[in-house]
């Protein structure tokens, strides 16, 4: 058999002894040295042992990453406890619960919701029982044996609730209180018994997992988020934001004194890797008491997360508080930001209602409020809860966020169409009241993004750093001038990170916009201008490990220069095109085609001439360079698909004026 394969691609005779011709050659030629060839040899079939190779490893299990391995351990335990309440017929009951039945289209799966929520309950109730943190409290195993696990799961919640964690029990026993009403409790019993049997495996899977052990499987159940905007951060991408961010601030001791905002958490991906950064900085020269006291110090005094939804509110502070016992709930920085229509019947914002607040951005007595919105409406009583965040966001030395970027059409989806109007009203009028120029200015007609970089303007110390996921379009676009202007006088552009890797541009899930990383640094004073790091990467890293590594190598560089192994390539953009809002390195890649491609933009100081009056090549905040545009119509920004010779694009629209005589 195999004789007769290697004869097969040999072009040997075969079995019927008839030769296969071969072309002669036109000229004779020493014979070279000729080896058998083998199947290896063959790149058809090299490709398809590598399909069974890799589909083998899938199923053992042998390939994947532990975190891979772990993760899916997770949504094993999570849809084993949803079966038994989708069973009940529980999840028209619990799409009600969470709002899922009020969006336009089914998004996402509730019963599988509600048992992660259940899950992370089981996990914190383990913890204490064990720890012996509160006394008397029962341990899962005798509340699984129970005849009435539902009951006896309520008491103990109840019990556990009056001394503090909130944060995690609160949406548990809410879950379990809806679907006691509706006296549907069989499939509950059976869900809780299932969680009480994994909670031990799966709370120590959660101390190992990384950056964001839960959030990805809670994204992976809501199939859409983006009415809110919502959209959870790739843990590589966390990984390197928290890096590049943490190596602006420089060398600080984080702790007390020392806050990091995230004023739209979701899971708590982007504060859980800065936590695990700082870990790994400061840390690794404590001992094991040190560490815990450590974490402690970090998570209740230092990291501040807010949020709108309450589910992933549970998330980060589950995995905030992995790997310690020593953290007190009620001291956290988790704050769930009212949203919507509320009790009173009045609408709310979100974390935009702390434009409100006078710590944030204080009071001017010449605007006009006519236009807009009643002075007593907006500065009115926020509630406490408000008031409370605004004062743990003020004087944040790093904010780092994936801020809402969805159209603002989709905004409030779930509410009724009088609210959803009302909803848009009230995030202009609270945006407004920063006034008309500046970080006032910004072009919000489509997107919330640019106003949470306007808060996290407000809530910075002078030194401090701002350090966000941005569409790639933002940092390119006519639209986005005001913005990069208004920041480059304010903020050093330290960073700006982008994957040119097809199809592996994204830094967050569920996503095909590109996106960029960027990191600002706060002026102190007159500021000597400094170039901007801009990294351009060829290859996404996969992992965690893999971001960290790369992060290495970027830092090894010690400068400009190619990053090994095709990971991309760094270099420097220089202050006079980022204050004037050119920021378009982002979008080619080395730096001898990005000032090609300015200096054809700029027309060679006059020197060319348009050949036809259908285009026009526009100037992108006086620096030029990047886009080519019909003329009388929008902007379209030059692509990363343009050949290297990019005069080639802008020699087809312009060439040189004839001499003077």
Known sequence: MNEEIGNMLNRKPGKD????????????????????????????FVEFAEGIRVNLLSNSGLGESSVERDANILIGRVETAAHFLAQDELKPDLDAHFGIDRLNEAKGDSTKVA???????????????????????????????SADPVSEFRFEWERILRHDFQAVLGPAADVVQHIVRTGKTAGLAQALRSVAESAGEIATLYADMGTDHAGRVYNAFMADQASDGAFFTRPPAAVLLAKLALDACGSVEWGRGHKIV????????????????????????????????????????CLVGLDINEVSLQLAASQLTAGTQDVRYAKMGLRLMPYGPQGNGQIRGGSMELFAAEQIAPRRSDLDFRETISAEDVWSDPGTVVEDAAELIAGARLVIMNPPYSNRSKMGEKFAPEDKKALRHRMDALYGLLGSEGMGAFDVRNSLRPMFVALADCCLVEGGVMAFVCPTIALTSPSGLHERVELAKKYHVHAILVSNQNGNRNMSAKTSIDESLVILKKKVGEAQAQSTQVIVLDRFPRSEDEAAALHEEIINLHGDGILPNGLGQVSSWPASRINVGNWAPTTLHSPELREAALQYAEGLNGALQPLSPSYSVAESGGGGGGYVQPRENRAKPLRRHVPKASGQVLRALYQRQPKKN
């Open 262 to 301: 995230d004023p739209a958490c979701g899971s708590g991906t982007l504060l859980a890797a800065a936590l695990s950064e700082i870990k790994a900085r400061q840390g690794d020269a404590l001992p094991q008491q040190g560490r815990g006291r450590l974490q402690r110090e970090l998570v209740q005094s």
């Open 17 to 44: 002894g008839k030769p296969i011709a071969r072309r002669k050659s036109s000229a004779s030629k020493p014979k070279k040295p000729t080896r058998q060839l083998t199947l290896f040899d063959n790149p058809d």
């Open 115 to 145: 048992a992660l929520i259940l899950l992370n309950a089981a996990m914190l109730h383990q913890r204490i029982a064990s720890g012996g943190w509160l006394e008397g409290i029962r341990h899962l195993t005798e509340l699984q044996a």
